[in-house]
């Protein structure tokens, strides 16, 4: 009995402050990413870096861009504020509108599902550029007709992620992506050997309706209410409506980006594409585990301090919270620079998946470490701009780097024959112009940051993650040359182990010499989390019934 009630505290506790959302999303989405990395692998093991998985990826790419028009448009972003509002005032009048937004997001899904469903052999053609043969088409038009399905069930499951979230209730919500992820696993698992490529479209399918299912239960303990109907005449819809035309272009301008580069890895082969993404996945686990993370839990707070008049505690939260998110994913970003062949040999290194495709990856991905720091950034200082009802700017300066990087990287391809890790050069670079531009603009727009203030941190963190890398390259080398055999896969482990354990211990060592207040954030996370353990378990020794 002790055990059911700690379970259920575990998971019915409203997360109240930004450190614990931030390590619950932090938490969740790694597990979430490891298990995302053995999907992959299995995906290498069973097709490698093959035509037939680049035609999957880019067969996900339409499907994926219409739920993350709607998704990330509307639910994750301008609904929680307002369903939240209306939920103070009057419960019933929130539920209807609710019931309002997600039936008109599921109708226009709908009706673009339909006609990606009708026109799917020609949106193959053009998303290909014409790179495909008769048969790749015809099995990417069928991946994507069922991927559409399983894009219906992931947009409900969203909606009631939202509504779980604005009732402050994190942790199931987060474990959603991770059960996700499982049943895409099960999925190739036990359909591969059957139906070959068409397994991972139905792990994709069975993954949704795990979404969707581990979070039905908790709808009963906050009483959620269903309306079948639209009204478009309700206030909050329509106040949905207002805040989302710039948030859908954002969201568009970056699904449009990912698009652009499936379509420029084309021009270089069709396995690029494989190359292309897994080198993304693994850039993309320290820029959402603590930027994206710290940005999300920072936002209620950004907005609450927004006025003019609390203008300069806003200042202070910001700094604060890039600060912290500059300490924790620099270190990252450096393991992945010296440690990318070891850690993509180790994540993709199958029998299936070449070397030239392992050394193409690991190129990709140093060149997208460089960049990791200012692409989390960018989350906080998105974020920022909407507690301060700007979301105009961030998709202006958007609009400029999405230029930048694709014609950048479209003529080092075409012109210059530079290969796919060309995407990942332009895309870095303008992830850092994009940073560079949005920080001085919201230092404009809030009367200016201290320079010493904003600077003076970020140096000292970056002079601490020199002297990492070089604690990294160096055991690296030596373990490499002299030690241990790293063409077996244990020894490449142990490897990667010891040299990343050393840079880490090595980075929080010279943070500390060099005074990085930001130092303390690992040691409050780390005893936030043993607190929160023992304060639960604690609570739960008055539950335990002694039957006789």
């Known amino acids: 009995m002790a055990t059911n009630s700690l379970s259920k505290k575990i998971f019915t506790n409203a997360q109240n402050t930004i450190l614990s959302a931030a390590i619950v999303i932090s938490a969740m989405y790694g597990v979430s990413a490891i298990l995302s990395l053995v999907r992959s692998r299995m995906l290498a093991t069973h097709f490698g870096a093959s035509d037939i998985l680049g035609v999957f990826y880019v067969a996900d790419r ?50 673009f599902g339909l006609i990606v469903y009708i026109f799917a052999k020609p949106i193959v053609i053009a998303v290909s550029l014409g790179e495909f043969d008769l048969q790749q088409i015809d099995i990417a038009v069928r991946l994507m007709r069922i991927m559409l ?41 036990f359909f591969a050997p059957r139906y070959g490529i068409y397994s991972a479209a139905y792990g994709v399918l069975i993954g949704a309706l795990l979404h969707l299912a581990i979070q039905l239960p908790l709808s009963r303990h906050i009483n959620l209410k269903y309306y079948p109907r639209l009204n478009i005449k309700d206030k909050g ?19 449009i980006t990912s698009l652009a580069n499936n379509s420029l890895a084309i021009l270089v082969s069709v396995p690029s594409v494989v190359v292309l993404k897994f080198a993304l996945q693994l850039q993309t686990f320290p820029v959402l585990l603590f930027g994206a993370s710290i940005a999300q839990a920072a936002l209620p707070t950004l907005s609450y301090e927004s006025s003019g008049e609390e203008i300069a505690k806003f200042k202070s939260i910001f700094l604060t919270s890039l600060h ?20 993509v040999r180790l994540v993709y290194g199958a029998a299936n998946y070449p070397w030239e495709a392992t050394l193409a990856t690991a190129t990709a991905l140093g060149f997208f470490s460089v960049s990791i720091f200012a692409q989390s950034a960018v ?55 994009d940073v560079v531009l949005l920080l001085a603009l919201l230092s404009k727009k809030v009367g200016g940051f201290s320079l010493e203030r904003l600077v003076l941190p970020f140096l000292k963190i970056s002079y601490a993650a020199i002297f990492m890398g070089i604690s990294l390259y160096l055991p690296l080398k030596v373990l490499d040359l002299y030690v241990l055999d790293t063409s077996l ?33 690992f040691y409050k996370l780390v005893s936030k989390i043993f ?12 539950d335990i019934t002694i039957v006789n």
């Open 62 to 111: 339409i499907p994926n861009l219409i739920y993350s028009l709607l998704v990330v448009g509307t639910l994750s972003t301008v609904f929680i504020p307002i369903f939240t509002d209306e939920l103070k005032k009057d419960k019933d009048l929130a539920w209807k509108t609710a019931s309002s937004v997600v039936n008109a997001s599921l109708f226009v899904f709908l009706i």
């Open 149 to 189: 399905v399983s894009q219906v069930i992931l947009l409900l499951s969203s909606f009631l992620t939202s509504v779980l979230q604005s009732f402050k209730l994190f942790v199931i919500p987060a474990l959603a992506p991770v059960v996700y992820n499982l049943g895409t696993i099960l999925g190739i698992a």
């Open 237 to 255: 819809l329509r106040n949905v409506l207002k805040l989302l035309p710039p948030r859908m272009l954002s969201a568009s301008l970056f699904q």
């Open 324 to 343: 912290q998110v500059m300490f924790l994913v620099i270190p990252f970003s450096v393991i992945l620079l010296v440690l990318r062949l070891p850690v």
């Open 379 to 433: 989350y906080l200082i998105n974020r920022a701009f909407i507690a301060l009802k700007d979301t105009y700017t961030p998709l202006k300066v958007s609009l400029i780097t999405f230029v930048i990087s694709i014609t950048l990287s479209y003529i080092l391809i075409t012109k210059y024959s530079f290969g796919v890790t060309s995407i990942a050069l332009s895309y870095s670079l303008a992830s850092i112009l």
């Open 489 to 521: 896969t244990l020894n490449l482990l142990i490897l990667t182990l010891v040299t990343g354990s050393t840079g880490v211990i090595s980075y929080l060592f010279f943070t500390h010499i060099f005074k990085v207040k930001e130092v303390i954030l």
């Open 531 to 542: 607190t929160k353990f023992h304060n639960i378990t604690f609570s739960t020794k008055s």
